[in-house]
């Protein structure tokens, strides 16, 4: 039963580039959540999504960044016009559901995306 | 903001003692509490859920919650090298986990 698989693991950009990176949720999950994890700080939650739609977007910079999750295909961030401060891990979790104080919306973190600028 | 404050560390402890973690948040709303823990360039693994006050055993871990005084624990019984890595807490009132910055343990063999 495969996890949830971020692609491409490591990716460098030069400054002004695009990033683009992408997400595959676990079978039969359907909530898909981007954190990022600067050098020397916590997780902070980007954005929340759903199939078509995003749900929470409040921890996303206003400016340069944007989600996606289509009907087909992977979830993807994509980040504009890289500076070094985006330079982070970016992690992709997933839950089969969200908001009930249960089991169904356990996150399950993929292996990250470690983007480099330069 | 919504803070999630973890004892700070490192932790040292020999191995077979017992790890203690703790955790206390600022929002009463949080419904959900996690114990994920990160080895060194990896991502965060999802090791223990708690939802109601109390104890929840699993293995060689132990969650504690008690909702009043927005405190949350995990015990590592019989510590291993393996268990070497940085603990995060994590809580939420809906599906934004908010993190604690992490409590990095190290068993010493």
């Known amino acids: 039963n495969a996890g949830v698989m971020q692609n491409p693991r490591h990716l460098v950009r030069r400054r002004g580039q695009e990033a683009r990176l992408r997400c595959s949720p676990m079978?039969?999950?359907?909530?898909v959540y981007w954190y990022r994890q600067l050098p020397e700080e916590g997780l902070k939650f980007m954005v929340y999504l759903q199939k078509e739609n995003i749900i929470d977007e409040s921890g996303m910079p206003k400016e340069r960044f944007s989600a996606e999750f289509p009907k087909e295909g992977p979830s993807i961030l994509r980040i504009q016009q890289v500076v070094r401060g985006d330079s982070a891990a970016y992690f992709c979790?997933?839950?089969?559901?969200?908001?009930?104080?249960?089991?169904?919306?356990?996150?399950?973190f993929g292996p990250g995306t470690r983007l480099t600028v330069l | 903001q919504k803070e999630v404050e973890q004892n700070s560390g490192p932790l040292s402890v020999p191995e077979g003692a017992i790890a203690s973690l703790n955790c206390t948040y600022s929002?009463?709303?949080?419904?959900?509490f996690f114990w994920y823990r990160q080895y060194s360039g990896k991502s965060p693994e999802l090791i223990m859920s708690i939802y109601s006050n109390g104890d929840k055993e699993d293995g060689r871990f132990t969650a504690q919650l008690n909702k009043a005084s927005q405190y949350v624990s995990l015990l590592i019984r019989d510590s291993q090298p393996s268990d070497s890595a940085t603990y995060l807490c994590a809580v939420t009132d809906d599906y934004k986990l908010s993190f604690g910055a992490g409590t990095t343990v190290t068993v010493r063999a």
């Open positions: 979790a997933s839950s089969p559901a969200a908001g009930h104080g249960d089991s169904y919306n356990e996150q399950f």
């Open positions: 929002d009463r709303g949080s419904q959900s």
């Open positions: 079978k039969g999950h359907s909530h």
